[in-house]
């Protein structure tokens, strides 16, 4: 039988965000866990990403990339990070067990009312052979997400 009880929970994250030149935005963040449960061992976790934000001279053309290091005990002690992503939709992933992460999203205005939005995200796990389960279940320790929006504005 699983127990009620409190948890106690206590992150530090160190975030910078930076204008490095007119076309280039650099974001850095390391985030620490403990976590702390009654009738249960103590857990940890950490998550470091690097991003880049690169919009040339042309103001028509985003290119954005990011790449995450992350290593939790468990679920139970998981970090999350937004993600940038196509037009309407969200990307908040949960991050847990042992791996890293990179996504590439790239946003530009093809003529005055179409624009192409793409997005590629992969996850890779180097503590599982199998992410998910049931009929989610991935045979492998990589997972990939592949999104487009072509939108056309009037």
């Known amino acids: 039988m699983n127990n ?8 530090i994250r160190m975030q910078l965000n930076y204008q490095a030149l007119p076309w280039l ?24 990403y690097q991003g880049f934000q690169l919009k040339p001279n042309q103001k028509d053309l985003t290119i ?7 290593d939790t005990d468990s679920y ?4 999350y990070a937004f993600e940038q992503d196509v037009p309407y939709s969200f990307s908040i ?3 847990s067990g042992r791996g890293s992460r990179f996504y590439f999203l790239f946003n530009t205005k093809i003529n005055r009312n179409l624009s192409l939005i793409f997005r590629f995200s992969q996850t890779w796990y180097s503590d599982r052979n199998t992410i998910s389960s049931g009929a989610d279940a ?9 999104k487009a929006v072509l939108r056309l504005s009037f």
């Open 93 to 95: 992933p949960a991050f």
């Open 138 to 146: 991935i045979s492998g320790n990589a997972k990939s997400d592949l």
């Open 25 to 48: 935005k650099l974001q850095s963040r390391i985030e620490i866990m403990k976590r702390n449960a009654p009738g249960k061992s103590s857990e940890s976790g950490f998550l470091i």
């Open 64 to 70: 954005s990339f990011r790449y995450s290091v992350f």
């Open 4 to 11: 009620i009880g409190e948890t106690d929970r206590k992150y």
């Open 76 to 79: 139970d002690s998981r970090l």
